[in-house]
Nanobody, 126 residues
Framework: QVQPVESGGGSVQAGGSLRLSCAAS????????MGWFRRAPGKEREGVAA????????FYADAVKGRFTISQDNGKNTVYLQMNSLKPEDTAMYYC???????????????????WGQGTQVTVSS
């Protein structure tokens, strides 16, 4: 199985924190870039954060910059999304994804990615 698996979602009050994890197979993890995306009810899927495997350069959507942090653990083939100061607007299904070939730019573009997880729900109440 090459699809990643997300975990760590749940319900939290505004101002709280959650850490999402994305576990991938060794094969899938050998990618050029990986990212987190979300889809809120009635909205299109949007990029949240992304990271280039080589060098670890990261990118963030303006809506989450300063609150979310993407990180990677190459030894565990896992990508994380630390979400702090959560807002009700962050409520969405969160997905992680990988791209295994070149062409990661722009890294927050949904269309860049090849392998997607099934998502984990994040609900933030006011």
């Amino acid at each position: 199985q090459v699809q990643p698996v997300e975990s760590g979602g749940g319900s939290v009050q505004a101002g709280g924190s959650l850490r999402l994890s994305c576990a991938a197979s060794e094969y899938t993890y050998r990618s050029y870039c990986m990212g987190w995306f979300r889809r809120a009810p009635g909205k299109e899927r949007e990029g949240v954060a992304a990271i280039f495997i080589d060098g670890g350069t990261s990118f963030y959507a303006d809506a989450v910059k300063g609150r979310f942090t993407i990180s990677q653990d190459n030894g565990k083939n896992t990508v994380y999304l630390q979400m702090n100061s959560l807002k009700p607007e962050d409520t969405a299904m969160y997905y992680c994804a990988f791209r295994q070939n070149s062409g990661c730019w722009p890294p927050l573009d949904v269309g860049r990615y090849n392998f997607w997880g099934q998502g984990t729900q994040v609900t933030v109440s006011s």
